[in-house]
């Protein structure tokens, strides 16, 4: 199950730094690719605005 970018993303860019797959890409509100992401949260615990979840 890949995680998620939710809409309190302030596109900081802290998670695609922390990100060891580079499944996170750039733009107005940054988005996770579910075919490359490996759902091992990082991603989300390195989020300061907290936007990142487990998707569904």
């Known amino acids: 199950m890949a995680y998620v970018i939710g809409n309190d993303c302030v596109a900081c ?16 509100i940054y988005s996770i690719d579910p075919d490359v992401c490996v ?4 991603c989300a615990d390195a989020c300061p605005s907290g936007a ?3 998707g569904a």
Not at 13 to 28: F, K, L, N, Q, V
Not at 39 to 42: H, P, S, V
């Open 52 to 54: 990142i979840s487990p």
């Open 13 to 28: 860019g802290t998670c695609i730094d922390e990100c060891p797959a580079g499944a996170i890409s750039e733009g107005d």
């Open 39 to 42: 759902d091992c949260g990082t």
